[in-house]
């Protein structure tokens, strides 16, 4: 048996639901059972403190507890790092174009998203910091302070994004995925991953890579028949159709490529360049990389 703790509305709940589903867990020989938390705290310390083997965490979390002397495996879950989100109306189409403007960011001042922004800017001479009115809060909060006029622009989740994108009258400033451009980095790296604890992700190497066939045969089900997500509907707050539709093209759009040497160099670059300690980032062992 694997046991994973998930946030019930994440987004990893919709593929691990359709796993439990599809019986893809038993098709691949093991038992995959979920513990559904209500945040991100409740569900890490599920993992820390072992009453699960594994959760969903973001790369940033992963380096700082190997840097804190407890290391995780990370197994791939999304490239998708988040979305900058204006009126359909704005004449916000380039990082240039944020300088003056008033921004929301989702996260905190070290979100990836907002120091990857941060980064691009930096290179182009903007510094966001001295040159916009910055203003950091919760994501749901910031889609209303769009909608209400009190920003300019947000720097946000992809899945919020999708949401206020699918109901129309938003649109997609420009790419995260176009920051990893400009910084020469591959544009689809796993920036959120499945974590266990890297002792028994070792003990356990077999059921690890029962675990990553099974997602690798969940995204590919889910990328392929529409029908799925009608069914998922229910752990997605319902959505309508539009939302819904963003919301599936979002989430298929961040599966993860195959994890490469080129891939885990630029994961490393994109660890140092968010704050990482440079002489001390993730070996090579602990970025899982079997492939079904």
């Known amino acids: ?16 639901d359709h796993i439990l589903h599809r019986q893809l867990d038993q098709q ?54 988040g ?11 380039s990082v240039a174009d944020l300088a003056g403007k008033r921004i929301g960011v989702a996260g905190g001042p070290d979100s990836k998203g907002w120091i990857l922004l941060q980064k691009v800017a930096g290179q182009q001479g903007i510094s966001l910091d001295e040159s916009a009115d910055v203003q950091f809060a919760a994501p749901p909060l910031l889609s209303q302070a769009l909608k209400r006029d009190q920003v300019d622009v947000i720097v946000t989740y992809w899945h919020f994004a999708a949401r206020l994108t699918g109901e129309g009258g938003w649109r997609s400033a420009f790419g995260m995925a176009d920051l990893l451009d400009t910084l ?9 991953g499945y974590v266990f604890p890297a002792g028994w992700a070792e003990d356990h190497e077999p059921l690890i890579d029962q675990f990553a066939a099974s997602l690798h045969q969940a995204k590919a089900e889910l990328a392929q028949e529409e029908s799925h997500w009608q069914r ?34 630029d994961l490393h ?16 062992d602990l970025f899982h990389r079997r492939q079904p």
């Open 83 to 93: 979305d900058i989100v204006v009126p359909e109306d704005s004449d916000i189409r």
């Open 1 to 16: 048996m694997l046991s994973v703790s998930v946030l019930q509305f994440g987004t990893a709940h919709w593929e691990l």
């Open 184 to 192: 020469d980095m591959d544009r689809n790296l796993p920036v959120l």
């Open 28 to 81: 691949n020989g093991y038992r995959l059972e979920l513990t559904l938390v209500a945040n991100l705290p409740a569900s890490r310390l599920a993992v820390t403190s072992g009453s699960v083997n594994g959760a969903v965490a973001d790369l940033l979390w992963a380096q700082s507890r190997f840097e804190a002397g407890t290391p995780y495996l990370y197994v791939p879950f999304s490239s998708r790092i």
């Open 232 to 265: 998922l509907r229910r752990l997605m707050d319902n959505p309508e159709d539009r939302v819904l539709e963003a919301l599936r093209d979002g989430f298929v759009a961040g599966t993860p490529a195959l994890q490469t040497d080129k891939r885990v160099t």
């Open 269 to 284: 670059r994109l660890l140092a360049l968010t704050g990482a300690d440079a002489n001390n980032l993730m070996p090579e």
